[in-house]
């Protein structure tokens, strides 16, 4: 059976981006795909590099999800614990093994380079499957290029995968390349060879079909292909072409081509330039985090949301967000948006609601009477609007006299049943910056309104303040 390694999501700074939601999308199209594993891109110092891995992880069921370490102790732990909770989990380790590259670009000299792949890949060896992959393979010295693999072999690496990086070899060059290290190296049988290549001349196709004929059993390629093999070709020519070359694969071939259709549609959108979680990030149940996250990613997912809390208001955040996340497996960034509205910024209430009465009908333009205390003192009006909740909304707003964006507004039942208690998470955006309020109850506009007052209590103290 031959594994593809898809490498879509590894080549997004090849002319296209993805925010952190079309990244969990991507990842669950080719996990329903059926390819073998889906690698995804490493760690680059951004705390909030761990909650996307985290979160494609738990997205993916039966696809392996391989992530690349650093040739580093600490750049292995991190990536594990990010890595950790995927069902089946890979830590990849990536390292030239052509003069050029030791010398010019990662400044090692062979018998450092040696020694850095032997220590990196017998630390990932003890946590999850290890994947050894030798960069411009295709250019380095036999010589060094055996003693790579078999040191990374000895050292715990399940699959070795040779690339080339330069893309300069024809298939049937490319064919006796992986010929020749199944005969130089006799430990290579003991574990599974992949193979990659650059498609400079596109060859890409033809020297990963070559290699396969040769004995490779898993390749690099992409259903969004930048200068890589084409999953659809290669899972075409193996499902044409499996018998004579004695190989399968387990990409869903009926479901290929919408698929594919799919994921093109992603990587060539323009929305995922602007931000790596995007704007939708609030509303994603797939985007979570668990009571083993420290205080630190719990601030970033915060900000990734677009608050901006002091240093007290991060521990109430923090201490609330661990209250929840030990009762339950995982707490979603919707939970985590909740948490922020009802524990940040707490603040004496300006505004208070004393009554109100909401009428609407199908014949009659929603309208709302309301009755607001501020510091004691009633202030009221009744105000018209396109539907209940806007015309509460309008009424808070002229009542008032302050009016801000309405950033987003979100309906959550917090109970089932008819009598089912509903939560409303108003966000309000003052000069830039962003302020949530919650509010639960029976009745759908109360709740809304509760929230509302609830956000705008903090800008108003926050304004006083100030």
Known sequence: MIKISDMTMKQTAEGFSLSFREKIELAKLLDKLGTSVIEVEGLHGSRSDALRIKSIAAAVNDSIVSAPVELTAESVEQTWNAL??????????????????????????????????????????????????????????????????????????????????????????FSAFVASLYAGIPALKSVTLGVGCANTLSMADGCVIAAIKAGAGEVKCAAYPQDCADVTTIARVLAAKGDELGAKTDVNITKLSRIVEQIHRICKADGGKASQFGNEVQADSDVY????????????????????????????????????????????????????????????????????????????????????????????????????????????????????????????????????????????????????????????VGASIKAYLNALNKIVYEEEES
């Open 84 to 173: 950790s909770m995927a069902k089946h989990p890979r830590l990849q380790v990536c390292a030239p093994v052509s003069s050029v590259q030791m010398e010019y670009l990662f400044h090692k000299k062979p018998e450092a380079m040696l020694s850095a792949i032997g220590e990196t890949v017998g630390a990932c060896a003890q946590l999850a499957d290890t994947e050894f992959v030798a960069q411009d393979a295709t250019r380095s010295e036999p010589a060094f290029l055996i003693k790579a693999i078999e040191t990374a072999i000895e050292a715990g690496a399940k699959t070795v995968t040779v690339m080339d990086t330069a893309g300069t070899m024809l298939p049937e060059e």
């Open 289 to 444: 985090l668990t009571s083993h996250d420290d205080c630190d990613a719990v601030c970033t997912a915060v900000e990734r949301l677009g608050y901006d809390l002091s240093q007290e208001d991060r521990v109430k955040v923090y201490e609330a967000f661990m209250q929840l996340a030990q009762k339950r497996d995982k707490v979603s960034i919707r939970e985590l948006d909740a948490i922020v509205a009802s524990a940040a910024m707490q603040v004496p209430s300006t505004y208070k609601l004393d009554n109100y009465v909401i009428t609407s009908g199908n014949t009659v333009a929603a309208t709302a009477h309301m009755k607001l205390l501020k510091d004691g003192a009633p202030m009221e009006g009744v105000y018209l609007g396109d539907g209940p909740i806007d015309a509460a909304f309008s009424a808070i707003e002229q009542i008032t006299g302050r009016h801000y964006e309405l950033d987003d507004f979100q309906i959550q039942s917090v109970t089932e049943g008819s009598e089912a208690l509903g939560q409303t998470i108003v966000k309000l955006r003052s000069e830039g910056k962003l302020y949530s309020g919650r509010g639960i109850s029976t009745d759908i």
